[in-house]
């Protein structure tokens, strides 16, 4: 059974550009998760996503941030017009239910994200 | 609000002696705790988890850790360090509710001498 998997590994990019960012939840797991982690930091909770629905996305910034998971495909992560401080490593995590406690969250490997 | 406290930004030890991370948590209500490793440059692996049930609870690797009610505390300890426990680990409380929502200490890297 494959794990939670995230593409790109390493991503770079110029300031004002775009970044998607990918995660592929484990087999079985409808609920997905983003996190952000900036240098030096813990982790930051981003956006909480079912199939086609946004559950909460209080953690994500007003502006240039947003989130899908569609019916058929990866879960994205789209930052528009990145700026220096987009720059952290950004990790997804899925889970079979969004119980509290009751399910264990599985995370991918992460993408690092480089604003130059 | 619920939120968690690492006691220890670093810690060191020399290999083949205990560990132990302190982490301190804060919740109105009975909370479900979590510790994660990291290592350097990879995802976060999932060491153990509390979850109202027995109060020591064991994970992976020999670590352990007890929730403490009274102290609100949850320390993970391990008996005999190994080099290859060398990490970032992650002391984390869910969040109360049906969002799932995880909610991370600073973290505490932990250096382990030959």
């Known amino acids: 059974n494959a794990g939670v998997m995230q593409n790109p590994r390493h991503l770079v990019r110029r300031r004002g550009q775009e970044a998607r960012l990918r995660c592929s939840p484990m087999?079985?797991?409808?609920?997905v998760y983003w996190y952000r982690q900036l240098p030096e930091e813990g982790l930051k909770f981003m956006v909480y996503?079912?199939?086609?629905?946004?559950?909460?996305e209080s953690g994500m910034p007003k502006e240039r941030f947003s989130a899908e998971f569609p019916k058929e495909g990866p879960s994205i992560l789209r930052i528009q017009q990145v700026v220096r401080g987009d720059s952290a490593a950004y990790f997804c995590?899925?889970?079979?239910?969004?119980?509290?406690?009751?399910?264990?969250?599985?995370f991918g490997p992460g993408t690092r994200l480089l604003v130059l | 609000a619920q939120s968690v406290t690492q006691l220890d930004s670093h810690v060191s030890v020399s290999e083949g002696t205990p560990v132990l991370l302190r982490c301190n948590y804060s919740?109105?209500?009975?909370?479900?705790l979590f510790w994660y490793v990291q290592h350097p440059n990879k995802g976060l692996q999932l060491l153990l988890k509390y979850t109202s049930a027995a109060t020591l609870v064991k994970g992976i690797n020999g670590f352990e850790a007890e929730f403490k009610k009274s102290e609100t505390s949850f320390h993970l300890t391990k008996p005999s360090a190994h080099m290859s426990d060398a990490a970032e680990y992650f002391c984390?409380?869910?969040?109360?509710?049906?969002?799932?929502?995880?909610?991370f200490g600073q973290g505490t890297t932990l250096q382990v001498k030959p």
């Open positions: 087999k079985g797991h409808s609920h």
């Open positions: 984390v409380v869910s969040e109360t509710g049906n969002t799932g929502k995880l909610i």
């Open positions: 995590a899925s889970s079979q239910l969004a119980r509290q406690g009751a399910e264990t969250q599985y």
């Open positions: 919740s109105s209500y009975s909370p479900s």
């Open positions: 996503l079912q199939k086609e629905n946004i559950i909460d």
